[in-house]
C-alpha cells in the first residue's frame, strides 16, 4: 500500500495530508482570514493566500506525518471543482511535486472526496449506502455503490445548503462563514418565525426561495421595529435553521424510501451542524438505519479525504499525466 501526498485547494481552505496504506498520518489545513473582512470569498485573494500557504501547509503535514518527499509513492490532488484560481494553485503543486519525484499524479473529484472521508477512519459503512453531500458550494443526494462508483440522484436547482446558512446568516449581520454561528446562536432560539419552505419535488433541492422569505421578512419586522432582529437573533437563527435542516431530513427520508438503502451518510462542511447531526441521529433509531456522521475535521474541506480516494484510485490504477489541468466544473 502507498504513502500519499494529498492536496486540497478548490476553495478558501489551503489543506496537505499524508496517507499511508490507506491510514491519516496528519491533516493540515490552513484557513484563509482574509474572506471575513469581505463577507465571502473573493476568488482573486483566495489564490493569492493559496500560493502562500501551499508550501508551510504541505512543510507541516511531513512533519507531524514524521516522514520526507523521499517516502511518497503518489500525489493526489483535487482538480475540481471549485474556484479556478485557487484550483491552479494545488494542480501546479501537486504536478512540481511528482515531476521532481518522478512520481504518478492522481486526480481527485472534491465531491467524491468529501464522501469518502468517511473511510479516513472507523467506522467505515458498508457498500452500498446513501450519502447526503452538503457544502458551501453544492447539495447532493448519492448512491454509493462502491468508492469510484457514485450516482447523484438528487441536487440542488439554485443554491447550496451552506450557501443559504451563509447568506442568510450575513443577512443578520453575521460574519462569513455564518453557518457556524447561526447553528451556535439557534441552540439558545426558538423557531419562531415563520420563513418560505420551498420544494422543488422529487429528490432536489431548491434554497434560494428560503434567502428572499428571509429577506422580505426581515424588510417587514424591521418596519414594525427597528431592533427585531437584535431582539430576536436567536430564535431568527433557529427558524432558519429548521427550515434548512428539515428540508434536508424530509429529503434523505424520501431517498431512503426511493433506494432502500438503510446506511445513511452525511458529509461536507454542512454536516458540522449540531441540528443535523441530532437529527438525523434521531431519524436513524427511529427508522432503524444505520448512520454515519464524519468527525468535524473530516466534514469541511481537508485533504485528509482527498488523500483517501487517493488510496482507492492507486489501488485501481487510475492515474493521469503531467497534461492534467484543474477543472472549475469537474
Ligand atoms: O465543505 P465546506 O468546508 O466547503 C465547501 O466545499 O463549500 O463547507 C463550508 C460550508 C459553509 O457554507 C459553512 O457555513 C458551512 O459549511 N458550515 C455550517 C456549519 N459549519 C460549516 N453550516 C451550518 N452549521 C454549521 N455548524
Ligand atoms: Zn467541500
Not at 87 to 99: D, E, H, I, Q, R
Request: aromatic fraction near 6%; charged fraction near 20%.
Amino acid at each position: 500500500m502507498p504513502t500519499i501526498l494529498a492536496i486540497e485547494s478548490s476553495c478558501d481552505d489551503t489543506s496537505a495530508a499524508i496517507v499511508k496504506d490507506g491510514k491519516v498520518l496528519s491533516n493540515v489545513t490552513a484557513t484563509q482570514a482574509i474572506h471575513v473582512e469581505f463577507g465571502g470569498v473573493v476568488p482573486e485573494h483566495a489564490s493569492r493566500a493559496h500560493q502562500r500557504n501551499i508550501v508551510p501547509t504541505v512543510a507541516v503535514a511531513f512533519q507531524r506525518a514524521e516522514l520526507t518527499p523521499e517516502d511518497v509513492d503518489a500525489v493526489a490532488f483535487t482538480r475540481g471543482p471549485g474556484l479556478i484560481g485557487s484550483l491552479m494553485v494545488g494542480v501546479s503543486f501537486a504536478k512540481a511535486f511528482a515531476l521532481a519525484r518522478d512520481l504518478p499524479l492522481i486526480e481527485v473529484d472534491h465531491m467524491q472526496a468529501h464522501v469518502l472521508a468517511h473511510f479516513a477512519e472507523d467506522p467505515k459503512p458498508e457498500f452500498p449506502f446513501l450519502c447526503l453531500t452538503v457544502s458551501g458550494g453544492h447539495t447532493q443526494l448519492v448512491v454509493v455503490r462502491t468508492a469510484l462508483d457514485q450516482k447523484v440522484i438528487g441536487r440542488t436547482l439554485d443554491d447550496a445548503a451552506g450557501e443559504a446558512f451563509d447568506k442568510t446568516g450575513k443577512m443578520l449581520g453575521l460574519d462569513y462563514p455564518a453557518g457556524p454561528e447561526v447553528d451556535r446562536l439557534a441552540q439558545t432560539g426558538q423557531p419562531t418565525v415563520a420563513f418560505a419552505r420551498p420544494d422543488p419535488g422529487e429528490l432536489n433541492f431548491s434554497f434560494s426561495g428560503l434567502k428572499t422569505s428571509v429577506l422580505y421578512t426581515l424588510q417587514k419586522k424591521l418596519r414594525e421595529d427597528p431592533d427585531f432582529v437584535k431582539n430576536n437573533l436567536a430564535d431568527t437563527c433557529a427558524s432558519i435553521q429548521e427550515v434548512i435542516v428539515s428540508v434536508l431530513l424530509r429529503k434523505i427520508e424520501l431517498a431512503v424510501a426511493q433506494t432502500g438503502l438503510t446506511r445513511v451518510a452525511l458529509a461536507g462542511g454542512v454536516s458540522a451542524n449540531s441540528s443535523l447531526r441530532a437529527g438525523l441521529t434521531e431519524l436513524g433509531k427511529e427508522k432503524g438505519w444505520q448512520t454515519f456522521i464524519p468527525r468535524f475535521e473530516y466534514c469541511t474541506d481537508n485533504a485528509a479525504m482527498i488523500g483517501v480516494t487517493g488510496a482507492f484510485k492507486y489501488a485501481a490504477g487510475k492515474f493521469v499525466g503531467q497534461d492534467v489541468a484543474p477543472a472549475a466544473r469537474f
